[in-house]
């Protein structure tokens, strides 16, 4: 792909993260929304794979899902993987995983959705000596594959997306497959993980992350399953619910058990002794977030989300809907073309940053860096005062 265009700070739009104190919709929510989205899906059966699925500019907020997926490691009102490493004992390191796990998590807004990220796309960014890349590794499925190094802290992250979206009737699912890998390298640890369910209700309206996870440290012997869960029927549960277990691999023995809510306060209590303590406080860590500032404009690729998606972001974030539609179909338009012009001369998609593997249908796509370390970004996230 040919992404020759020099970029100037005209072409870059940042916007705030998404956080529970306001978002970038706020000021541009449509009326009538749940009539709107039904409208979108009336030709759609119950079942249907939603990932090649474009929505309106009228719908989507002004950001890419790369910078959504980029967001829930680099933008944080507490640095919660210094805490992980600081933990002086292998089972403490693990209950503050937990929690960055739970971090991750972040509130999305009803009736808006992020950008589909085009193939190559990319999305770089630094906050302190963090500095995170994503690239958009595969369209078709969409897979994105993220990398994070932290050489103060000595850690390391690699991810690789996989969603797929399902309309359900009431309701639209999406399944997150791929595995999530932080390394504490200091203690030689390793933690994986998967990714909770996105669900998006009709009846009553609402979004909510659903599901199973699972987070193991092979070196530690250490386990944690966590269930998350939307509001049950007769409202005995409230919505944003978390609930789960820390546990010996070996002896199943339960070592704390999780209770609490991903938008407020989770705890974990210690079956041994029945103290209970806060592992995870969502006011510390998802309010005040700023948006990411240019560092140098110069060092900004071409493929950046910011750059690729400027023209929609604007248009959107005017409320101008025919410059953002007109602008949403420019982009489109021109992966259609690259995408024919490689078909023509039989080049298949080769990513940048990223290998990229189809191991099995258990085992799904797993991403591998090319690079071991992650350079700064010519974007940079403010540390908050």
């Known amino acids: 792909m040919s992404w020759l265009v020099l970029v100037t700070e005209r072409d870059i739009v940042l916007t705030k993260p998404i956080s529970l104190d306001g978002d ?9 929304i749940v009539r709107r989205i039904l409208s979108l899906f009336k030709n759609v059966r119950p079942g249907s794979d939603l990932s090649s699925f474009q929505l309106p500019p009228l719908f ?7 910078q959504c997926y980029g967001e829930s490691v680099y933008a944080v009102g507490k640095d919660m993987l210094k805490e992980c490493n600081d933990q002086k004992t292998s089972l403490r390191r693990f209950v503050s995983v937990v929690a960055w796990s739970i971090a991750t998590v972040r509130p999305l807004p009803f009736g808006f959705a992020p950008y589909n990220p085009v193939l190559g796309e990319t999305h770089h960014v630094s906050r302190g000596s963090l500095n995170v890349l994503l690239e958009q590794v595969c369209h078709h499925p969409p897979v ?17 997306h996989h969603p797929l979206p399902r309309f359900l009737g009431t309701k639209v699912e999406a399944e997150v497959h791929g595995k999530k890998q932080l390394k504490l390298l200091n203690h030689g640890e390793t933690y994986v993980m998967n990714s909770p369910k996105l669900s998006i209700r009709f009846f009553p309206p609402g979004v909510e992350w ?3 996870v699972k987070i193991c440290c092979e070196e530690t012997s250490i386990e944690a399953d966590l269930c998350y869960t939307a509001r049950s029927f007769l409202g005995r549960r409230g919505p944003h619910a978390i609930q789960g277990k820390i546990y010996e691999t070996s002896s199943l023995r339960t070592l704390y058990v999780v209770d609490g809510h991903w938008n407020s306060t989770v705890k974990a209590k210690d079956v041994a002794s029945g103290e ?3 592992i995870y406080d969502a006011k510390e860590v998802l309010t005040r977030l700023k948006a990411p500032e240019i560092r140098d404009s110069r060092g900004i690729s071409p493929t950046e989300s910011c750059v690729v998606w400027s023209e929609v972001s604007r248009g959107i974030m005017s409320q101008n809907w025919s410059e953002a539609r007109e602008a949403k179909n420019s982009v489109e338009s021109k992966q259609r073309e690259l995408a024919k012009e490689r078909e023509s001369k039989g080049e298949n998609w080769v990513p940048k940053h990223f290998h990229l593997a189809y191991n099995s249908k258990e085992a799904g796509w797993e991403c591998s860096p090319i690079e071991k370390k992650v350079p700064p970004a010519p974007i ?3 540390f908050n005062l």
């Open 144 to 160: 994105t594959a993220l990398h994070a190094t932290d050489e103060e802290e000595n850690t390391d992250m690699v991810w690789c």
């Open 380 to 382: 940079v996230l403010p």
């Open 60 to 66: 989507n907020i002004p950001k890419s899902q790369l």
């Open 276 to 278: 209970e303590m806060i």
């Open 24 to 32: 970038t919709v706020s000021d541009y929510r449509a009326p009538n």
């Open 210 to 212: 659903v599901g199973n």
